[in-house]
């Protein structure tokens, strides 16, 4: 089973737990994209429901496939949010953040009663130090809170889109951080939250939620924690 067909079967798997009248986050990233797919064709059975999307490419995919989107202004909560991540630890801790949409997924994440998380099997690491976790942050003295990163040990790689700096959706830039070896994720995510500039990280801490986890051997479905 190649990566895509492994995304696939995990997004489809997550249909099987939307019920009529749900209020629906989607995530972000190629993984929700066939979650999107597998979602159009339900609504076209006759599923009911509305959905609020983490960003404007979602966005532009959801009304590509005619799934009927909740405007911002009405929603106070969701029913569940369905994403993918960028790597998913054993403790729970993940990383996301990759297309550059972290700050409209956590606050979907945060508003959600429950979340499923949809991947393949190669996000599952041991050590995510190994990655860069993505930072958005204001343009404003960019210079001096890139400095201030690499006095405490922090090395940080401004993201490009081609020749200019990546703008997310926010109209901010992105931050890849290398996070010291001797701090956790959690201390990571405080540390960077003190700095004024910083808008959010892609930090993500989960045990209870499910994870759907698709692998050559098949398609597996656990509590985060016991992933």
Avoid at 180 to 185: M, R
């Amino acid at each position: 089973m190649t990566k895509e067909e492994k995304k696939k079967q995990a997004a489809l798997a997550a249909i099987a737990y939307l019920k009529d009248g749900m209020h629906i986050g989607l995530g972000s990233g190629t993984t929700v994209n066939y979650f999107l797919q597998a979602l159009q064709q339900r609504c076209a059975k006759g599923l009911q429901i509305r959905a609020m999307a983490s960003s404007l490419c979602t966005q532009q995919w959801a009304k590509q496939y005619q799934i009927p989107l909740l405007a911002d202004t009405y929603v106070q909560t969701l029913d569940v949010y369905v994403d993918s991540f960028d790597v998913l630890n054993h403790h729970g801790d993940i990383i996301k953040g990759g297309g550059g949409a972290l700050v409209r997924e956590k606050m979907l994440f945060q508003w959600a009663d429950k979340t499923i998380w949809i991947c393949d099997d190669e996000k599952l690491v041991d050590d995510c130090h190994c990655y860069a976790l993505p930072v958005e942050v204001l343009p404003f003295t960019l210079a001096h809170t890139r400095h201030m990163l690499n006095e405490h040990g922090y090395k940080t790689s401004l993201r490009m889109a081609e020749t200019q700096p990546f703008l997310t959706d926010n109209q901010h830039y992105i931050l890849d951080v290398f996070v010291p070896k001797q701090v956790t994720l959690a201390q990571a995510h405080t540390f960077l939250m003190s700095f004024a500039a910083i808008v959010q990280t892609g930090y993500f801490h989960d045990e209870d939620n499910l994870c759907i986890i698709a692998s050559s051997k098949g398609v597996c479905i656990h509590p985060v924690r016991d992933v």
